[in-house]
């Protein structure tokens, strides 16, 4: 079982950046991706950026790339996003999510709220 808690989220204006944190616990992530999903209102969950935990490997949606970056800290087996510029349409419940490599474990936090005002 792996634990996920999302922070970060919170009320920003457009161009202006924040900074998201997953902190995931209950146990080793080696053989883990973590990807961050984000859920606007009226809209279905899509995927924003992932890295894997064993070798750091990223990769994002098309709609992000350049304003967002996704990196981890193992020690403290924590993941950000990293986002910049920020526009409103980036307005959106922010979900982290775990999953096993080669396997069908998965499991999500509880979401974090992001505000983008113009």
């Known amino acids: 079982q792996v634990q996920l808690v999302e922070s970060g989220g919170g009320l920003a204006q457009a161009g202006g950046s924040l900074r998201l944190s997953c902190v995931a616990s209950g146990r080793a992530l080696s053989s883990y991706a973590m990807d961050w999903f984000r859920q606007a209102p009226g809209k279905e969950r899509e995927f924003v950026a992932r890295?894997?935990?064993?070798?750091?490997?990223?990769d994002y949606a098309d709609s992000v790339k350049g304003r967002c970056t996704i990196s981890r800290d193992n020690a403290n087996n924590t993941m950000y996003l990293q986002m910049n510029s920020l526009d409103p349409e980036y307005t959106a419940v922010y979900y982290c999510r775990a999953w096993r490599i080669g396997g069908y474990l998965e499991y999500w936090g509880q979401g974090t709220q992001v505000t983008v005002s113009s």
């Open positions: 890295i894997m935990w064993i070798n750091g490997n990223r």
